[in-house]
């Protein structure tokens, strides 16, 4: 009876073993895989009024919200700019999973971080607490223009340079 025991606890530890250098041993994705799941819609759009857009278009919308902001501010219009932050606070939280899934686990964890922080950015402003904002936002541009590399060295067209990571 020992010796059974003994095997079983020896086959599942082997197996164990054998699931994790198989998913260590995962290779990276192609240059293709990334660039296809940044272009690609997740679903076909069913309706005008419920747009749907491939990771890189929202990631251009997020980007567009933020230059607005920005704008707003240097124009001395803070409240349209606090209008942005509630925006631009919604929508990462809306797009937040189909931008967390791409074939790369390393840029899904760098794009989480920077969501989290130009989130904070967002809710900052849209509760009209800029200086808390200002201080938070040079840390989301480092992650965001991490981000735009990892994209291009993937191939990716992220398109013009992004206000969400060359913002000062």
Known sequence: ????????????????????TAADAQQPPTQEQVQAWATTLPTQPTSLLDPVYSPIDVIHSLDHTYAVMLQDFSQNSPGDAWSK???????????RRLL????DRNLNKLTNRALNQVGDV?????????????????SSNLL??????TLKQ?????????????AK
């Open 1 to 20: 009876m020992k010796t059974v025991f003994a095997l079983g606890v020896a086959l599942g530890v082997a197996l164990i073993a054998l699931s994790a």
């Open 85 to 95: 932050g509630g925006e631009g606070s919604k929508s990462v939280d809306h797009y």
């Open 100 to 103: 967390v899934h791409s074939p």
């Open 122 to 138: 967002f809710d900052e402003v849209d509760s009209t607490n800029t200086r808390q904002a200002a201080k938070k936002a040079p």
């Open 144 to 149: 965001w223009a991490q981000v735009e590399g």
């Open 154 to 166: 993937y191939g990716v067209d992220t398109g013009e340079p992004w206000s969400l990571s060359t």
